[in-house]
């Protein structure tokens, strides 16, 4: 008897490196990959994705596929599972359960110590994620319309987005909606909050906020945060006089420099992150008028 499943490699980059998703299973008490036996009618990726989103509570989208597994299970089983590699993009409810009793990332020699098997060390060690984990896509927005500056009579960190400004943020949100968004970060303004929050809430993330993208940053802060983008694949939300900044500091790291830099509000700039750098730059105008 043959008993195909399917599974994920879920990784995301960490402080000393690649992080590894792994589940423990307190019928068997072993720490192992996620995965779980294909449903009827279901190919393998999309076995493989729902298993992850069952067992770890995680959202993922497939990069590329990995090998099969192949083992005989003790009760004499030949199982044959179908592993990808994935990356997170989101987050669902998820609690200890009777099949998964706990989740935990950890970074690659530690996961492979702590896998119960030695099939799934092997997948692990075979699989270079440094690549993966310096690449991705920064998508740079300037915040919505939000009316004149001069006629905004209160503290100007707390100037809103316009009716305009709402429905360039509601496009953006539209715009993103497929895509393998990691993270969503904000300059503390109000009207840069307002731009990413449609987003935020269709994808169940959190907005954070970040010194470095207000107004009047120091380059040396910028170019602090710029690096940390790297391997990210993140929504940022800035203003006008950072943008430049920002992409100045990607083109000194080795990025081609944009012939032309245009920051219309509601605009996102779309920086590509291959192979450890910022790559290229592509200018998308405002979806709305």
Known sequence: MIVRASGGLVFRPGVAGPEVLLVHRPRYDDWSLPKGKDDPGENPAQAALREVGEETGVEAIIISELDEVRYTTSSGIDKRVKYFLMRPSGQIHWAPNPEVDDVRWLPVAEAI????YEHDRELVEACDLDPHVRSGTVYLVRHGSAGDR????????ERPLTEKGRRQAAAIAA???SQPIEAIVSSRHLRCRQTVAPLAEARGLPVHTHGALSEGS????IAGFARGLLGMTAVVCTHGDVIPAVLGFMATEGMDAPAE???????VWVVAVAGGRFSSARYMPPLTS
């Open 113 to 116: 110590e702590t896998l119960s």
């Open 150 to 157: 001069v006629a905004w009579e209160g503290d100007d960190r």
């Open 218 to 221: 120091t380059e040396r802060d």
């Open 261 to 267: 830099q245009r920051l219309e509000k509601g605009s």
């Open 175 to 177: 715009w993103l909606e």
